[in-house]
């Protein structure tokens, strides 16, 4: 059974980074994507950055870019999103997905698999 773990959120300050990892076990398949995502309260989730499991990254929202960095390790089954320059808007649940069978995973109805989430707070 697959089974993804988010961790690295916490409370930061504008202007300040924090590097979120997904790790994965139980894959049933060699080709996924795998997105992450976020869900500020009262507010529907978004895609914030994917990546392929050859490594391939999808453009990042236009939210993010120039500040959030996703990669991975495959010999960790890892998924990484740096993030640099936290603004109070980032602030937010952080989730990875998985869709098994594609190069892409940028709508949260696609994904097969997510994580339980991850708290990030950013105060200004």
């Known amino acids: 059974q697959v089974q993804l773990v988010e961790s690295g959120g916490g409370l930061v300050q504008a202007g300040g980074s924090l590097r979120l990892s997904c790790a994965a076990s139980?894959?049933?398949?060699?080709?996924?994507?795998t997105g992450w995502f976020r869900q500020a309260a009262g507010k529907e989730r978004e895609f914030v950055a994917g990546i392929t499991w050859t490594g391939v990254t999808t453009n990042n929202a236009d939210s993010v870019k120039g500040r959030f960095t996703i990669s991975r390790d495959n010999a960790k089954n890892t998924v990484y999103l740096q993030m640099n320059s936290l603004k109070p808007e980032d602030t937010a649940v952080y989730y990875c997905g998985i869709k098994y069978g594609s190069l892409r995973l940028t709508s949260p109805d696609e994904a097969d698999y997510w994580g339980q989430g991850t708290q990030v707070i950013v105060s200004s």
């Open positions: 139980g894959h049933s398949s060699r080709i996924y994507a």
